[in-house]
Nanobody, 124 residues
Framework: QVQLQESGPGLVKPSQTLSLTCTVS??????????WSWIRQAPGKGLEWMGA???????YYRPSLESRTSISRDTSKNQFTLQLSSVTPEDTAVYYC????????????????WGQGTQVTVSS
């Protein structure tokens, strides 16, 4: 059973870069045909898929966030990382990492494994 755990600072100042890490256990991030995503949910809003890194290392981003988002991985640690630059209070959300067999993850995507989520607040 794969398990995912998000980690990172809970408070980020405006204009800074948000950096979160997802540590994976019970499965390798290089296993064929799995995609490893970052998804967030702002207060009072639905889930928003931000981007993903594939088993191959290819990356995919939500177009509206692409200019500020970078997803990378460390295969030796079985981790993948989200960096979101130039954050504003509108980036305040619970951030989730997830594994799926699809590039884009929705709330209804079958077979998705989720981390528990981590709250990130953008405030000075």
């Amino acid at each position: 059973q794969v398990q995912l755990q998000e980690s990172g600072p809970g408070l980020v100042k405006p204009s800074q870069t948000l950096s979160l890490t997802c540590t994976v256990s019970g499965g390798s991030i290089t296993t064929n045909y799995y995609y490893w995503s970052w998804i967030r949910q702002a207060p009072g809003k639905g889930l928003e898929w931000m981007g993903a890194i594939a088993y191959s290392g290819n990356t995919y981003y939500r177009p509206s966030l692409e200019s500020r988002t970078s997803i990378s991985r460390d295969t030796s640690k079985n981790q993948f990382t989200l960096q979101l630059s130039s954050v504003t209070p509108e980036d305040t959300a619970v951030y989730y990492c997830a594994r799926s067999k699809t590039i884009v993850v929705l709330a209804t995507t079958n077979g998705t494994s989720w981390g528990q989520g981590t709250q990130v607040t953008v405030s000075s």
